[in-house]
């Protein structure tokens, strides 16, 4: 059993779908938190609490400490704005106050992560994932529907920092990450540590860009498109697959293709829901990071780059009518 005092102070940046439940979840159970938030959502949590209703959890309400920018050190900063707002979103955390913490990036995709070193060189900025549908309804107000509620974090540790303190009898990297996932384990989340970082983030970006992509593009959810977009679907999966094999990845696209076959019809990716909702969709940070990768390696994407192409008229075209 780890030791519990390693890590006291959470702080979540961006409190929507999946920061608003991850820190209503870490209150609930008694957990300090912090949510940074815009200033008009940091104010309404702040007098009103954060609101979570959830399929896996219960629905209740959270008095949670809320403000625009980090006020004071935290043990583990969950990062999960939408990846459109992650520049703006991390000038509210100064880099001395995840100094040693852990910085547990939740985003789709993998480009946020070189930001993220970046932008906290003396933090350990993790890789993980999150497997949930959760959707800020309202500043402060989540609604979490999906029958999976699983992280995945990965601990192949690039701090020098973090093994110097190992080495010299202090808490290892290892030890942090084992008792966050304890800690995401007691909120009620299946929770898997594992050691290889690019195989986690693009296992998930193997379901996640053909889910995302195409259901966006179609406007309408996983149980239609998996029977009326089947080969759009498959397409992208196969292409993902194609470019993860060159960079030395191996995915299963049967466990994959299952996945998709198998969640509740009424799904919809957190991307579709931004078209709905007329909001920037995460369009470069998935489908174009997707794209250079691509690239990068020689292979050919025909049926991603026909849907990214599409979804990014869509954005622009949504983006002159945002305020
Ligand atoms: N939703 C889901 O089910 C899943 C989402 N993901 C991924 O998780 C990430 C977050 O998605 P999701 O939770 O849906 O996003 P949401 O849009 O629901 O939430 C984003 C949150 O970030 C806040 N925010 C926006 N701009 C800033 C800023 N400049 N500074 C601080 N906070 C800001 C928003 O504030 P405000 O409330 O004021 O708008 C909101 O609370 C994405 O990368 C998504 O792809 C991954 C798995 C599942
Ligand atoms: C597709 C899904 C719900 C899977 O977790 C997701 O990651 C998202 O909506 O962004």
Redesign the pocket.
């Known amino acids: 059993m780890p030791n519990e005092k390693l890590l006291t102070h959470f702080t979540v940046?961006?409190?929507?779908?999946?920061?608003?439940?991850l820190a209503g979840l870490l209150a609930r159970a008694g957990h300090d938190v912090t949510v940074?938030?815009?200033e008009?959502?940091a104010e309404r949590i702040a007098a009103d609490g954060l609101r979570v209703d959830s399929a896996a959890f219960g629905d209740f309400t959270i008095e949670v400490a809320a403000e625009?920018e980090l006020t004071r050190p935290t043990d583990v900063l969950i990062v999960?704005?939408?990846?459109t707002?992650l520049q703006?979103?991390v000038?509210?955390v100064a880099p001395e106050m995840v100094r040693g913490a852990l910085v547990v990036p939740?985003?789709?995709?993998f480009e946020?992560m070189d930001v993220l070193r970046s932008a906290y060189p003396g933090a350990q900025v993790l890789a993980a994932?999150?497997?949930?549908?959760?959707?800020?309804v309202a500043?402060?107000h989540?609604s979490q529907t999906?029958p999976f509620t699983t992280v995945e974090l990965a601990a192949a540790n690039a701090d020098p920092d973090a093994n110097a303190a190992a080495d010299a009898g202090g808490a290892g990297p290892d030890e942090r990450v084992d008792e966050l996932a304890a800690h995401l384990r007691g909120i009620g989340f299946t929770t898997e540590v594992r050691d290889d970082e690019q195989l986690t983030l693009w296992q998930k970006v193997h379901f996640?860009m053909p889910t995302?992509l195409v259901c966006s593009h179609a406007g309408a959810p996983i149980g239609v498109v998996r029977t009326d977009r089947r080969a759009d679907l498959l397409g992208v999966m196969s292409e993902v697959g194609q470019v993860a094999a060159r960079l030395g990845l191996t995915l299963d696209s049967d466990r994959v293709t299952a996945m998709a076959d198998g969640i509740p019809p009424q799904t919809k990716?957190?991307?579709l829901?931004?078209r709905e909702a007329g909001?920037a969709m995460?369009v470069d940070?998935?489908g174009g990071a997707f794209l250079r990768a691509a690239r990068r390696v020689g292979v050919d994407v025909p049926v991603t780059a026909r849907i990214v192409a599409d979804l990014e008229r869509v954005d622009g075209g949504s983006a002159q009518q945002r305020p």
């Open positions: 940046l961006g409190p929507g779908g999946v920061g608003g439940l940074v938030a815009t008009p959502t625009p999960a704005p939408k990846a707002a703006d979103a000038r509210r939740l985003l789709n995709g946020h994932t999150i497997w949930v549908e959760s959707t800020r500043p402060g989540i999906s996640l995302a990716p957190s991307m829901r931004d909001r995460e940070a998935l």
